[in-house]
Nanobody, 117 residues
């Protein structure tokens, strides 16, 4: 069973920065596609950024130029990061990491990000 642990959420003022982290408990998962999603109250879950095993990245226009996704492989673990700069109140949501490929599709438990105006 995949273990995924997210951290780094919190309360920040508009214009500030946060860095989210997600640790996946198996180094072979570096071969898989990974992404960050978010879900605000009353809204559908949406893609924030994704990154392939070859480190190609993709962002929606709402976060392009402000958010940066990255990943790193270490002994027995894969790390996924989301650097969020120039945060806006509309970025407030629960942020989830996801890893998938083949029959695998796993999500983290989510971490709350709140941006005050």
């Amino acid at each position: 069973q995949v273990q995924m642990v997210e951290s780094g959420g919190g309360l920040v003022q508009a214009g500030g920065s946060l860095r989210l982290s997600c640790v996946v408990s198996e180094s072979s998962f570096d071969l898989y596609h990974m992404a960050w999603y978010r879900q605000a109250p009353g809204k559908q879950r949406e893609l924030v950024a994704d990154i392939t095993s070859g480190r190609s990245t993709n962002y929606p226009d709402s976060v392009k130029g402000r958010f940066t996704i990255s990943r790193d492989n270490a002994k027995n673990a894969v790390y996924l990061y989301l650097q969020m700069n120039r945060l806006k109140p509309e970025d407030t949501a629960v942020y989830y990491c996801r890893i998938w490929g083949g029959i695998l599709d796993a999500w983290g438990q989510g971490t709350q990000v709140t941006v005050s105006s």
